[in-house]
Nanobody, 123 residues
């Protein structure tokens, strides 16, 4: 069982930056691939960034590539999402999730989720 708690969301203006954090419980954090998803009402949850267990490999959706950076600190059981040059279309609820499989860039198999944090970007 893994519990995840996101933080760092808020209301910002276009062009601003935010850093989301996701703190995980459990002593096996380093064995999990981590992903950040986002969802807007009426649309499916979208995998936007993911990082492998050790952190050497990352994945980004085209919509955030070059603006967002995912990282993890296994000593702190925390994964981060640095979001720069935010756009109004980045407005969404952001969720972190874990999977105990190596295919971290696939949105399938993420089986533990946080409750999400809202990011709102005004124009």
């Amino acid at each position: 069982q893994v519990q995840l708690v996101e933080s760092g969301g808020g209301l910002v203006q276009a062009g601003d930056s935010l850093r989301l954090s996701c703190a995980a419980s459990g002593r096996t954090f380093s064995t999990y691939a981590m992903g950040w998803f986002r969802q807007v009402p009426g649309k499916e949850r979208e995998l936007i960034a993911a990082i492998s267990q050790i952190g050497g490999m990352t994945y980004y959706a085209n919509s955030v590539k070059g603006r967002f950076t995912i990282s993890r600190d296994n000593a702190k059981n925390t994964v981060y999402l640095q979001m720069n040059s935010l756009k109004p279309e980045d407005t969404a609820a952001y969720y972190c999730a874990v999977k105990n499989r190596p295919d971290f860039a696939s949105d399938a198999g993420y089986n533990y989720w946080g409750r999400g944090t809202q990011v709102t970007v005004s124009s």
